[in-house]
């Protein structure tokens, strides 16, 4: 570089250049490709000079000698550099080199067209796919492949937001500002236990042999949440009506006990499905739905309530679901964004909690449940850990989330389950989502969609939030299924059914000490006999 200045102006722009790649390189060689390239405009640098003018010349003359200490470089220098130089143009960096330069000398529109155009390819290849079923091959995949046609189609994410992260908290975003407050039927439903939950009706539009939909909030969600109104508005649209199941302390509703909810506990749902079950014209089919949480309540309910279940609901769909609880506690709290969303759930807890701080204080007041300490609680885990498994008898947390986990339950059902399922998901990773389970099920389907995140699935230029894809699996798979006019869906779903009394008899038979078992606990639950 100090040859450079020596040499004049017209050598900066080389040296410049030589010794970004030099510097580059981080070797000798740039260096010696430096000090060729310099020597080697000796020559011509000279004559150039010599026929200026004779003030010019004195100050070359002045300048001369420590030009040359600075940059004549020695003859086997000059032998090893040229050397340095052939192997230079040889090699991949020379390649690289000339990109860098290439992309350096674009126009900013040319990079920012090129820029589109990757990520114009990086979509249609990467991220609009065909969603995958998981499923056995029987009568319930054939019919969803012919009934439900969303399933054949490929999933566009919106373009300009697939990342999962942001579709989750868009899609929120988006249905709390634009979709209206929805007027429900309020009705209070109180439970055995003097608890009482708040049970909201869409029956607008609605005519008497409308089939109905139970639908099941998250963590903290009730009829108000902006998830839940795109699938009311939907159902609405498709003339179903709509029963939104509010947990104990959710909705405004006052505890009447200390007992709240868990994802593993579904007496309050068995309760809630008996009476809507009660209510509803004899001719009508129920359907139910849950989501995140509430997918994990009423997937605990098919499988712990087997034959109640089906004698009671026609079909049922859960979404967004955290299948492994155990991977989804873990994939919640990895940093940044991930644990930054599952803060905001805690603080929903939290929020929850302190809503009903008046009747917990007294109680827990000599026990080992801090309420101070877990109103301070930062991750969905730690709450779990302080309050939730401690209200429901869990000895540890652990013990909790392996009792409400669903991928090792599946084969229990047997309603039939439509499930919807981001392979993105920040809440549950891909690995969790029990593919090989349900392909070897007779009533439970999963639909994984590359993105969407979590009860996302955002589509279109500018995400609709009334049509969108999580509302329109939604309406046509309990379209096809509640109304049923033809009554292919109940001739299906017998042919499952057979097949499943097939299949368990088969495992049964394989193990007769499993056999003795289940009579064991169907004699005592049934009978009330006490067995010695």
Not at 282 to 291: E, P
Not at 301 to 324: F, G, Q, T
Not at 492 to 513: Q, Y
Request: contains cysteine.
């Amino acid at each position: 570089m100090l040859c450079a200045l020596a040499r004049g102006p017209h050598h900066l722009k080389v040296a410049a250049v030589y010794y970004n790649l030099s510097d580059l390189l981080c070797t000798s060689r740039g260096c010696a490709v430096l000090a060729v390239r310099l020597a080697s405009g000796h020559g011509s640098g000279s004559a150039s000079r010599r026929s200026s003018s004779h003030q010019h010349q004195h100050h070359h003359h002045q300048q001369q000698p420590r030009r040359e200490l600075l940059c004549r470089p020695s003859r086997s220098g000059v032998q090893s550099s040229k050397l340095a130089v052939r192997t230079f143009h040889s090699e991949p960096v020379a390649m690289f080199y000339s990109m860098y330069a290439y992309l350096s000398n674009l126009p900013r529109l040319h990079v920012l067209g090129l820029a589109i155009i990757a990520y114009v390819v990086y979509y249609l290849i990467q991220v609009v796919k065909r969603p995958i079923i998981a499923c056995s091959d029987g009568p319930f995949k054939q019919y969803l492949i012919r009934k439900v046609p969303t399933l054949e189609n490929k999933y566009w994410p919106t373009f300009w937001c697939v990342e999962s992260r942001a579709q989750t908290v868009l899609a929120s975003l988006l249905r709390s500002k634009s979709l209206p407050r929805i007027n429900y039927r309020r009705e209070i439903l109180c439970l055995k236990d003097g608890g009482e939950v708040a049970l909201d009706w869409m029956e607008e539009g609605c005519n008497a042999n409308a089939p109905c939909i139970l639908i099941l909030p998250g963590l903290t969600g009730e009829s108000q949440a902006e998830y839940i109104k795109c699938l009311v508005l939907a159902a609405q649209q498709s003339g179903m009506r709509v029963v939104v199941f509010n947990n104990r302390g959710l909705g405004g509703i006052e505890l009447k006990t200390p007992r709240l909810y868990c994802a593993a506990n579904c007496e309050d749902l068995c309760e809630v499905v008996k009476h809507v079950r009660k209510v509803l014209p004899a001719h009508c089919k129920l359907g139910a739905t849950g989501i995140s949480m509430g997918g994990l309540i009423l997937g605990n309910y098919l499988a712990r309530k087997s034959e109640e279940a089906r004698s009671i609901l026609s079909a049922a769909k859960i979404i967004s679901v955290p299948w492994d609880v155990h991977k989804g506690s873990a994939s919640i709290e990895k940093p940044v964004i991930n644990s930054l969303l599952g803060r905001h759930l805690a603080g929903s807890l939290c929020r929850t909690l302190r809503n009903h701080l008046d009747i917990y204080r007294d109680i827990y007041q000599d026990s080992d449940i801090d309420i101070q300490r877990i109103l301070r609680c930062t991750t969905i885990k730690e709450f779990d850990e302080l309050f939730t498994a401690k209200q429901f008898g869990y000895a540890h947390v652990n013990d909790y989330y392996s009792d409400a986990t669903l991928h090792n339950k599946l084969d229990h059902i047997s309603v039939p389950l439509l499930c919807l399922s981001a392979a993105d998901d920040p809440f549950q990773p891909l690995d969790a989502i029990p593919v090989k389970a349900a392909n070897q099920c007779t009533h439970v389907a999963i639909v994984i969609t590359a993105r969407g995140g979590h009860i996302g699935f955002l589509e279109g230029w500018w995400p609709s939030t009334r049509d969108q894809y999580m509302g329109r699996l939604f309406t046509e798979y309990f379209t096809k299924a509640l109304f049923d006019e033809d009554g292919e869906f109940q001739h299906t779903s017998d042919k499952m059914h057979e097949r499943f009394l097939a299949k368990e008899t088969v495992a049964l038979a394989a193990s007769p000490l499993l056999l003795d078992k289940k009579v064991v606990v169907v004699d005592h639950l049934d009978h009330k006999v006490k067995l010695t």
